[in-house]
């Protein structure tokens, strides 16, 4: 998978793919990420790439120009672009598997300021929102995207692992323990010291529902 993200924050993007999972991902070459700056796309001398919006008030918003030339000079056939946004569709783990099964190339486009000019909508196959808040730019939210959608990936993650992840049945995960086996009067639940594999996984798939049920009941509708 290629990811290409366009930011006027470069070093935000480049410390997180750094570290961890990602990092070894692209290094075993499972994915790929390019980092584009937006700036690099304006025609003004002065690297600017936002101006006063038109009507009136606060903030500055981003200028069609150096947004879509940067999302023109990566785009192929391919791609998927999307603007990240406090307005776009939720981003869920159920979207994160239909992005993968129609691209191998992802262009995620981060906002900043008062946000886009509109018009750069005709551009972009849709928009995306983590959630009912509003952040200060849309690098979080395309590491948040590109982390979830990189554990699609055959060989980032075990398995294992994301067969067992929230949401991987439209469940949340179920609880998991390790050492010591008593923690200040804690103790981990016997069931799972029993070494019966069918029992465990019984339990599991309860405890699963249980907590489904207490802090997500909304899923189960």
Request: glycine share 8%.
């Amino acid at each position: 998978m290629r990811f290409d993200i366009l930011t006027l924050f470069p070093d935000i993007i480049k410390s997180y793919i750094n570290e961890s999972i990602i990092k070894r991902a692209i290094n075993n070459k499972k994915i790929e990420v390019n980092i584009i700056n937006i700036r690099d796309y304006t025609l003004l001398k002065n690297g600017q790439v936002d101006d006063t919006p038109y009507g009136g008030g606060r903030g500055m918003v981003l200028m069609c120009e150096p947004v879509v030339r940067a999302i023109e000079a990566v785009k192929d056939a391919e791609a998927l672009v999307y603007l990240l946004t406090p307005q776009g569709k939720t981003f869920k783990q159920e979207m994160a598997s239909k992005i993968v099964n129609k691209t191998k190339h992802l262009i995620l486009v981060c906002g900043h300021y008062e946000g886009f000019d509109e018009r750069i909508l005709n551009f972009v196959d849709g928009e995306i929102s983590v959630g009912d808040f509003v952040l200060t730019g849309g690098e979080l939210p395309a590491l948040m995207i590109m982390d979830v959608i990189s554990r699609f990936i055959p060989g980032v993650i075990n398995d294992d692992s994301f067969n067992n992840d929230s949401f991987s049945d439209g469940l949340l995960d179920f609880p998991e323990y390790t050492k010591p086996r008593e923690f200040r009067g804690y103790k981990v639940p016997d069931i799972l010291l029993s070494g019966d594999h069918e029992k465990i996984a019984e339990y599991r798939q309860a405890e699963k529902l249980r907590v489904t049920k207490e802090k997500r009941p909304d899923l189960l509708k």
